[in-house]
Nanobody, 119 residues
Framework: QVQLVESGGGLVQAGGSLRLSCAAS????????MGWFRQAPGKEREFVAR????????SYADPVKGRFTISRDNAKNTVYLQMNSLRPEDTAVYYC????????????WGQGTQVTVSS
């Protein structure tokens, strides 16, 4: 089992920045690929970014490309999402997730952290 806890959400003005953290416990984070997802009110959860086990490969959803950066520190068992140039449409609950292989569905989820971007 992997327990994931997100932090770093909050209220920010459009154009501002936030850095989300996802701290893992229970298993060594380097055994897992990690991802960030978000869910806005009335919408389905959507993919934001993912990073492979070693941090050498990343992928982003089109709406966040060039503005968000996913990274990881396996020594600290933590994954980050740096969010710059935030827009009101980025307002959502952000979740981190873990999976042991790209052949598996996302197996573990955090409880989420709220990000609100005011215009």
């Amino acid at each position: 089992q992997v327990q994931l806890v997100e932090s770093g959400g909050g209220l920010v003005q459009a154009g501002g920045s936030l850095r989300l953290s996802c701290a893992a416990s229970g298993r060594t984070l380097s055994n897992y690929a990690m991802g960030w997802f978000r869910q806005a009110p009335g919408k389905e959860r959507e993919f934001v970014a993912r990073i492979n086990h070693s941090g050498t490969s990343t992928s982003y959803a089109d709406p966040v490309k060039g503005r968000f950066t996913i990274s990881r520190d396996n020594a600290k068992n933590t994954v980050y999402l740096q969010m710059n140039s935030l827009r009101p449409e980025d307002t959502a609950v952000y979740y981190c997730a873990a999976r042991s292989s790209v052949n598996f569905a996302w197996q573990y989820w955090g409880q989420g952290t709220q990000v609100t971007v005011s215009s």
